[in-house]
DNA sequence: GCCAACGTTGGC
DNA sequence: GCCAACGTTGGC
């Protein structure tokens, strides 16, 4: 099994409304590079994946599962990005800032802190445990 | 194919 | 609101 984290405004998409689309998830479309694309494609049914909040809260707020993999994104005209349905499996008992990630020094080589804007990101099974902990899981 | 201009993201 | 990082676009 493999670890992400997904980015999302809560404005535009927050973590109340991946929980209120329950067990049948929703697609994670809007992806727009290429990067982030790769690492959409390299997700499998039944990854685990961070939900992290940027812009307001700054902080990951849950975990979702990959529900379905990859497949041509809808909202995308010119048919080259890609999606995966997601599911929201459990909120962190604490969310985990980024302040929090930042103070880690076991953490200090996420993808989040060095590649802020890539809104799709591998995570070690390491780094997996380390934040879920500080979650409270 | 290079590179300057420009747009977007996201932390501060 | 500013600015750094970085991806994309378009002229040459």
């Known amino acids: ?5 997904v980015k999302s405004e ?5 973590w109340d409304q991946q929980v209120a689309k329950g067990a049948k998830g929703e697609a994670w479309t809007g992806v727009r590079n290429h990067t982030a694309k790769q690492n959409l494609m390299k997700m499998k049914k039944g990854d ?14 849950g975990i ?10 809808p909202s995308d005209p010119t048919g080259k990005f890609v ?6 499996d459990k909120p962190l008992k604490n969310p985990v ?5 930042k ?32 979650g409270g899981l």
């Open 97 to 101: 800032t980024l302040n929090a990630i």
């Open 83 to 88: 999606c995966v349905d997601l599911k929201a």
């Open 64 to 73: 979702v599962e990959i529900v379905r993999e990859h497949y041509p994104d």
């Open 1 to 5: 099994m493999n670890y992400w984290l």
């Open 103 to 134: 103070a880690d020094k076991r953490l200090s080589e996420m993808a989040l802190l060095k590649q802020s804007r890539l809104s799709v990101q591998p995570v070690t099974a390491d780094e997996w445990k380390i934040v879920s902990r500080m």
């Open 10 to 14: 809560p404005t535009s998409w927050s």
């Open 48 to 61: 685990r994946a961070f939900f992290y909040h940027s812009n307001e809260g700054k902080e990951i707020v």
